[in-house]
């Protein structure tokens, strides 16, 4: 991988590590406040850490070897990247939508709109775990 792609590839694994963490953090906070997502929450957290474990380690990866990955799977992670961070960015805007009141708490309204996006929520998890999956391939492939 030529030098300027390899800076572009680690500049969007920081960046996506960036919105995983966010992400989690107000996944968190949703949970503590509203009992009844809680199970739904903890199981898109646990999946958003370890989507976060493997891109910490294609950042590491990245940083020990820029200049000799091979082309190809260079291609399959920039692609496999442009994803993963669209999706991260329609996750952090489905967190960021649960507004608070001036208490802190979640806004019943907030709470509603929760509850009638859970579909959109399982189908996010869906798609985490095909992100999972194509960066472990990824990292498969590299190790192999």
């Keep these: 991988m030529d030098p300027i792609t390899a ?15 966010k992400t989690i ?3 968190r906070e949703v949970g503590a ?6 199970l739904g929450v903890i199981g898109l957290v646990s999946q958003l850490t370890a989507l976060r474990a493997a891109l ?14 091979h082309y190809q799977l260079a291609m399959d992670l920039g692609n496999t990247l442009s994803c ?9 805007s489905e967190v960021i939508r649960l507004q608070r009141s001036a208490d802190g708490k979640l ?12 579909k959109s929520i399982e189908d996010l998890q869906g798609m985490v775990g095909h992100q999972m999956d194509s ?5 498969n492939s590299y190790n192999m």
């Design 7 to 21: 800076v572009g590839a680690l500049g969007a694994v920081v960046g996506i590590i960036d919105v995983v963490t």
């Design 25 to 27: 953090s107000g996944l």
């Design 56 to 69: 910490s380690k294609i950042r590491q990866w990245m940083d020990s070897e820029p200049t000799e990955t």
């Design 84 to 92: 993963c961070g669209m999706l991260m960015e329609k996750l952090e």
């Design 107 to 118: 806004s019943a309204r907030s709470k509603l709109k929760f509850a009638l996006n859970g």
């Design 33 to 38: 406040q509203y009992k009844d997502a809680e």
């Design 135 to 139: 960066l472990n391939v990824l990292l």
